[in-house]
């Protein structure tokens, strides 16, 4: 383990200790094998914890030890330091990190150090700064890191996302920054299924997989308004205009449809009314669009500006002002593919601009 060079705080004199510690803790595996093999992490915080206290005394650090019960984060902290105490069964020296909201952080802790076990023969165990290990980002029932003790400089989810860890965690709302970022990264059809939507009551997914036919009809009117919302695209041409859709359906809401194309298109061509002027054979997907149209405008007018951003691909985040006729742009363009249905189009938006 490379200790840090000296800085103006403590940390040299912090990383002895646990240097110091781990060297003890590698002792100690050695002739008590069998426990370490079967060790519980409870125990395993027991054992850091009192062999940090053992190589403390005679420092400034002494009787500063104190193990934290609970599911607070770090485990033991020591003054502005912290160390998280981490394991594998496993041959490797990777695991699952803490949450990235990191909601039980405990105050006034500048540092925090993971103490990793690998509990597999031989038993090892190395510490390293805890945002040096944080290679990616997973989902349990909530975004948390994921921790390889091995990880290159420079390789770290931070690098990638270009924040450094400190900057994320003091964020009011760190799993934004993180949903804008896989959204970058992500291929057409991809979605986040942790997206957060900036109201807490609506970053609620359902513990299960639903199907669409099981939905009540309030729900599936609702949830095809959205889509029509986020997904001008739609009302195009293009052969995978659904992935977009179906992959958002399930991100969300938890819902698959086997039959996804079905939702716009099932029943052929149709006959719709808009004023006096009746438009013989209209696509079947645009009574959608027609049977809730001001439902449906409603819902472009108040679309959070960074999602409007996304799903419409805009290069930069448009005025909510803004949103309606860039919409409605959208709709337009990408639904030119025959005068009838691009007057039809025309006579609908004309006939809702002139009531509103």
């Known amino acids: ?11 040299y004199d912090f990383e002895c200790i646990l240097d110091r510690t ?31 206290c053992e190589t403390a005394v005679g420092t400034q650090f002494e009787n500063k030890i104190e193990l934290i019960s609970g599911h607070a984060f770090p485990d033991i902290i020591a003054d502005i330091y912290g160390v998280e105490v981490k394991s594998s069964k496993n041959n490797n020296w990777k695991s699952i990190g803490n949450s990235v909201l990191e909601s039980t952080r405990v105050n006034n802790i500048n540092y925090i150090y993971l103490m990793f076990g690998k ?42 996302m270009k924040i450094s860890y400190d900057e994320l965690r003091v964020m009011d709302r ?36 639903s199907l669409w036919s099981k939905l009540p009809l309030e729900k599936q009117n609702l949830y095809k308004q959205e889509m029509i919302v986020r997904f001008p695209r739609l009302f195009g041409s293009s052969t995978n ?24 298109t099932a029943g052929g061509k149709i006959d719709l009314k808009v004023g006096e002027v009746r438009f013989i054979g209209i696509p079947r997907i645009y009574i959608h669009l027609y049977s809730d149209f001001t439902e449906i405008v409603e819902l472009v007018k108040n679309l959070p500006l960074i999602e409007a951003q996304y799903y419409w691909q805009l290069l930069h985040l448009p005025k909510q002002e803004d949103l309606y006729s860039l919409w409605k742009a959208l ?24 009531e509103n």
């Not at 383990?1 to 940390?11: K, V, Y």
């Not at 595996?29 to 915080?45: D, F, G, N, V, W």
């Open 1 to 11: 383990m490379i200790i840090s060079e000296r800085h103006g705080d403590n940390r």
């Open 22 to 52: 781990r060297t003890l803790l590698e002792v100690d595996a050695q002739k008590r094998l069998a426990y370490y093999l079967k060790i519980t992490p409870s125990e395993l915080e027991d054992e850091v914890f009192h062999k940090m």
């Open 119 to 160: 509990m597999s023969t031989p038993v090892g165990f190395c510490f390293r700064l805890y945002q040096e290990c944080v290679y990616d980002i997973a989902v349990t029932h909530y975004p948390r890191y994921l921790i390889d003790m091995n990880l290159a400089k420079g390789a770290t989810i931070f690098d990638k």
């Open 174 to 209: 760190p799993i934004s920054y993180v949903v804008n970022y896989f959204r970058t990264i992500s291929r057409p059809g991809e979605e986040p299924w942790w997206m957060e939507t900036g109201d807490p009551s609506e970053n609620v997914v359902a513990p299960t997989i």
């Open 241 to 264: 205009k659904f992935a977009g859709p179906a992959a958002y359906l399930v991100a969300k809401y938890g819902v698959i449809n086997p039959s996804f194309r079905d939702l716009f």
């Open 331 to 354: 709709v337009l363009d990408y639904s030119i593919r025959d005068d009838l249905t691009l007057s039809f189009l025309e006579s609908l938006f004309a006939q809702y601009d002139e």
